[in-house]
């Protein structure tokens, strides 16, 4: 009977996978399938057919150790999503952008969420004034501003047109109306044609109690519209709650691109006294 001898099986190394070379059971090849490189054992004569190809083994070879996919991700944050055909890198967004469906419905993309996008935020510089300024482009077309004040002073404000100055004419209309808690005098009204300057909280509030302000707008940087604004503010002066609302347009067909907020009485707009937040959203 023959002996056999058990120490002298093994599989046949034949190194990286060439296409024109004749392969017998047992011989073994590394083989790079797409990003994936493995090892393949020979289960049948071969020539000319690659190991494996999109992840499927040729019927003449099979997998002896399976490799992995190297990562596309090249940067911190990056996410792996399945694309046409493989596994891909999918950048990551700019901050305050949110992951979503792309409009065809078919991949993730990093955008805008929700009706309303954050576009800036901030405080007082620690001055009489403060310009809000490159915060309207074409990029949305309805703006909210929102913004709080602990300050015994109310706010005068003045549009920055798209070329940085800003409009100090006598080109502004407003109107609001108003009504006033534990006091006589309300409801009443406040406005004023011609003058060269809007206003937004319109009585002092207090450095203990901040009035509040909402200020809304349309398409304000269009070059052949006037720019109007919508606002509704509350306050307390003294003892006396006043809550109003009204708006201010002026009267010349440019495109803005902010604001300038200045207090009527002078006072500084500071990190500690003056918040504010601005939204925009597209059609």
């Known amino acids: 009977m023959a002996t056999i001898d058990l120490g002298k099986i093994k599989f046949?190394?034949?190194?990286?996978?060439?296409?024109?070379?004749?392969?017998?059971?047992?011989?073994?090849?590394?083989?790079v399938d797409g990003s994936v490189g493995s090892?393949?054992?020979?289960?049948?004569?071969?020539?000319?057919?690659?190991?494996?190809?999109?992840?499927?083994p040729h019927a003449s070879w099979e997998?002896?150790?399976?490799?992995?996919?190297?990562?596309p991700t090249t940067t911190q944050g990056d996410l792996i999503v399945r694309g046409a055909s493989a596994d891909e890198r999918l950048a990551i967004g700019a901050a305050g952008?949110?992951?979503?469906?792309?409009?065809?419905?078919?991949?993730?993309e990093y955008g805008d969420a929700g009706a309303w996008t954050v576009?800036?935020?901030?405080?007082?510089?620690?001055?009489?004034?403060?310009?809000?300024?490159n915060i309207f482009s074409d990029t949305y077309y309805f703006y909210k501003l929102y913004y709080s004040w602990a300050e015994d002073d109310w706010v005068k404000v003045r549009y920055i047109k798209a070329d940085g100055s800003i409009e100090s004419g006598n080109v502004y209309l407003h109107s609001g109306s108003y009504t006033k808690e534990n006091s006589a005098g309300g409801p009443s009204r406040a406005g004023h044609t011609n003058a060269n300057y809007g206003f937004y909280n319109y009585w002092d509030s207090a450095d203990n109690c901040p009035s509040i302000c909402e200020v809304f707008y349309v398409n304000p940087y269009s070059s052949t519209k006037e720019t109007i604004d919508f606002?509704?503010?509350t306050q307390v002066g003294g003892t006396t709650l006043y809550h109003h609302h009204g708006s201010n347009c002026n009267m010349n067909?440019?495109?803005v691109r902010g604001v300038?907020?200045?207090?009527?009485?002078?006072?500084?707009?500071?990190?500690?006294?003056?918040?504010?937040?601005?939204?925009?959203?597209?059609?």
């Open 12 to 31: 046949n190394w034949r190194g990286t996978y060439a296409g024109g070379t004749a392969y017998v059971p047992d011989d073994v090849v590394y083989y």
């Open 260 to 283: 300038q907020f200045f207090g009527q009485g002078g006072d500084n707009f500071t990190s500690a006294n003056f918040k504010y937040l601005v939204l925009g959203a597209k059609v």
């Open 63 to 71: 997998y002896l150790a399976k490799g992995q996919a190297t990562s």
């Open 231 to 233: 606002f509704q503010a």
């Open 97 to 108: 952008k949110a992951l979503k469906v792309n409009a065809s419905a078919n991949g993730l």
């Open 39 to 56: 090892s393949y054992m020979c289960v049948a004569n071969t020539t000319g057919n690659a190991p494996s190809s999109g992840g499927t």
């Open 253 to 255: 067909a440019y495109a």
């Open 119 to 133: 576009i800036a935020s901030g405080s007082g510089p620690g001055a009489a004034s403060i310009n809000i300024d």
